[in-house]
T-cell receptor, first 111, second 113 residues
Framework: QKEVEQNSGPLSVPEGAIASLNCTYS??????FFWYRQYSGKSPELIMS????GDKEDGRFTAQLNKASQYVSLLIRDSQPSDSATYLC???????????FGGGTRVLVKP | EAQVTQNPRYLITVTGKKLTVTCSQN?????MSWYRQDPGLGLRQIYY???????DKGDVPEGYKVSRKEKRNFPLILESPSPNQTSLYFC????????????FGPGTRLTVL
């Protein structure tokens, strides 16, 4: 079992709709959770970080964390064609320094 | 401008010829890290450093070396490159000693023939 798992997609979403991305992780001591966006041929850029259970909103993005179920999700509201990218989930352990990435979910927003 | 720079951006080399990929950041970050990205395998951490002279292995350290003699620089060294090290490499840095908000460099595409 991979430490961090994501559905590779592609997740096809009509413009204006909500894109829902999921990520599960295997290590219960994981402490910090991140969502990165990566456009084709570019480097990853951080969208959201979340450290405690519940929801965290930033503009059109909402990250949700459920440590009991070991999953973290990302919602993209009012999806735009510019949101078409690969979204990477990353996890680091409590008091740890390693960062483990999932394989990424490719999102396609169609006009 | 706050940034992480990598050089070279593209490199084609042959098996066994030692090479170094440089990484430099101008944000006074403590934490620096190297990743490789391969299709179907995602981003995998090679080595990381929490500060000067403090480095540790990530998930795929075999065949790589690093050093952190200055805070701003974190070079990745391939002493004897092999074709399975053909990949896209990213350097990243973040403030503090843990992998919080990481800023990624533009990437180095390496091909080993």
């Amino acid at each position: 079992q991979k430490e961090v798992e994501q559905n590779s997609g592609p997740l096809s979403v009509p413009e204006g709709a909500i894109a829902s991305l999921n990520c599960t992780y295997s290590d219960r001591v994981s402490q910090s959770f991140f969502w990165y966006r990566q456009y084709s041929g570019k480097s990853p850029e951080l969208i959201m970080s979340i450290y405690s259970n519940g929801d965290k909103e930033d503009g059109r993005f909402t990250a949700q964390l459920n440590k009991a179920s070991q999953y973290v999700s990302l919602l993209i509201r009012d999806s735009q064609p510019s949101d078409s990218a690969t979204y990477l989930c990353a996890v680091s352990k409590a008091a740890g320094n390693k960062l483990t990435f999932g394989g990424g979910t490719r999102v396609l927003v169609k006009p | 401008e706050a940034q992480v720079t990598q050089n070279p951006r593209y490199l084609i080399t042959v098996t066994g010829k030692k090479l170094t990929v440089t990484c430099s950041q101008n944000m006074n970050h403590e934490y620096m890290s190297w990743y490789r990205q391969d299709p179907g395998l995602g981003l995998r951490q090679i080595y990381y450093s929490m500060n000067v002279e403090v480095t540790d292995k990530g998930d795929v350290p075999e065949g790589y070396k690093v050093s952190r003699k200055e805070k701003r620089n974190f070079p990745l060294i391939l002493e004897s490159p092999s074709p399975n090290q053909t990949s896209l490499y990213f350097c990243a840095s973040s403030f503090g000693t843990e992998p919080d908000t990481q800023y990624f460099g533009p990437g180095t595409r390496l091909t080993v023939l």
